[in-house]
């Protein structure tokens, strides 16, 4: 088991900035893929971000293309999500979500995961 945890959420004014952090105790993360995904009130989860095992090849929706960055610090123990330009249709619960590398994924972000943190949540509103 991989203990997935995100932080960094909360209630930011539109047009602020918010940077999310996923972590596992204990563990590295750069064997495995990391993705970032949302769900606003009423509506389905969507992925955001993510970052494949190993390569740290990186993908976003596009309603966040160029406002998120998806990255890895030094210390392979986090990935974090920074997050500018903040619209309210931002707002909803952000996931964190891990899946060890796979060959078959050949250094593509994957398709699913199997490790996932209990979310926190992002607030845009003035």
């Known amino acids: 088991q991989l203990p997935v945890v995100e932080s960094g959420g909360g209630l930011v004014q539109p047009g602020g900035s918010l940077t999310l952090s996923c972590s596992a105790s204990g563990f590295t993360l750069d064997h495995y893929a990391i993705g970032w995904f949302r769900q606003a009130p009423g509506k389905e989860r969507e992925a955001v971000a993510c970052s494949s095992a190993i390569d740290g090849n990186t993908d976003y929706v596009d309603s966040v293309k160029g406002r998120f960055t998806i990255s890895r610090d030094k210390s392979r123990t986090a990935v974090t999500l920074q997050m500018t330009s903040l619209k309210p249709e931002d707002t909803g619960v952000y996931f964190c979500?891990?899946?060890?590398?796979?060959?078959?994924?050949?250094?593509?972000?994957?398709?699913?995961?199997?490790?996932w943190g209990q979310g926190t949540l992002v607030t845009v509103s003035s």
């Open positions: 979500a891990a899946q060890g590398w796979r060959y078959s994924d050949d250094g593509r972000c994957p398709s699913d995961y199997e490790y």
